[in-house]
């Protein structure tokens, strides 16, 4: 479990050892299951990350549910991440974090499409000398805190964390047109192990 979880779960933690010994036991059970969820949610599993060099991997776990052509000539990936998903966001290349930029805004329901416009956000930019990966962590209904791992200037591997979003969120990720797309919508991916994409030329 990731450090970000242990100012929610120790309160929860001790206000159910409180109700289990003063009463009622309804609220200790109650507080159990809200720590139990809180250690779930925070949980930080290892990830086999492909070696391969051209692959580009999802920087987060979720279900995609929007892909779409920018007028950038990107295309443009949104992973929605329900409750029930691992939360860790990592890097889709190994790289330099050439820029970060926090974008202030509201907490639309992350499945929502205005979302990736409107929400709070924190928004990548990963350059590995030949190709830059632009991705956003984007802020939820119950999301409120975007945490963030990296400052520019730091090296990645791909596959590395570099943060998390709490509580229900998206992840957009914009792939360059030299990257053919390895994903459809509806599919489930997982963060650091899921190929998205592959580089034409490396």
């Known amino acids: ?10 309160p929860l933690a001790m206000s159910a050892v409180l109700f289990f010994w003063l009463g009622p036991k309804w609220g200790g059970f109650l507080f ?11 949980r930080d599993p290892e ?11 999802s920087p987060a776990d979720g279900k995609v549910v929007k892909i779409s052509s920018e007028s950038d000539g990107t295309t443009r990936i949104s992973i929605f991440l ?17 820029s970060i930029r926090y974008v202030p805004g509201k907490f639309k329901v992350a499945f929502d499409e205005r979302a990736s416009l409107e929400n709070e956000q924190n928004i990548w930019v990963i350059d590995n000398d030949c ?17 963030c791992w990296k400052k520019p200037g730091d090296r990645v591997g791909k596959g590395e964390r570099i943060g998390l979003i709490k ?3 998206r992840v957009d990720i914009f792939l360059p047109k030299n990257v053919t797309l ?13 190929v998205i994409g592959r580089f034409h030329h490396v």
């Not at 970000?4 to 120790?10: A, D, K, N, R, S």
């Not at 991705?135 to 209904?141: D, H, L, P, R, V």
């Not at 390895?182 to 899921?194: I, T």
């Open 1 to 10: 479990m990731v450090k970000e979880g242990y100012p929610f779960l120790i």
């Open 32 to 42: 159990l299951a809200l720590t139990l969820f809180v250690g779930f949610f925070f």
């Open 47 to 57: 990830r086999s990350v492909p070696v391969e060099e051209a692959a580009v991997v």
């Open 82 to 98: 329900s409750v029930f998903n691992v939360h860790i966001n990592r890097s889709p290349i190994a790289g330099k974090v050439e």
């Open 131 to 147: 190709q830059k990966v632009r991705f956003s962590q984007i802020a939820g209904i119950l999301a409120r805190r975007i945490v």
């Open 167 to 169: 509580f229900g969120s």
């Open 182 to 194: 390895e994903v459809a919508l509806g599919d489930k991916v997982k963060g650091g192990n899921s």
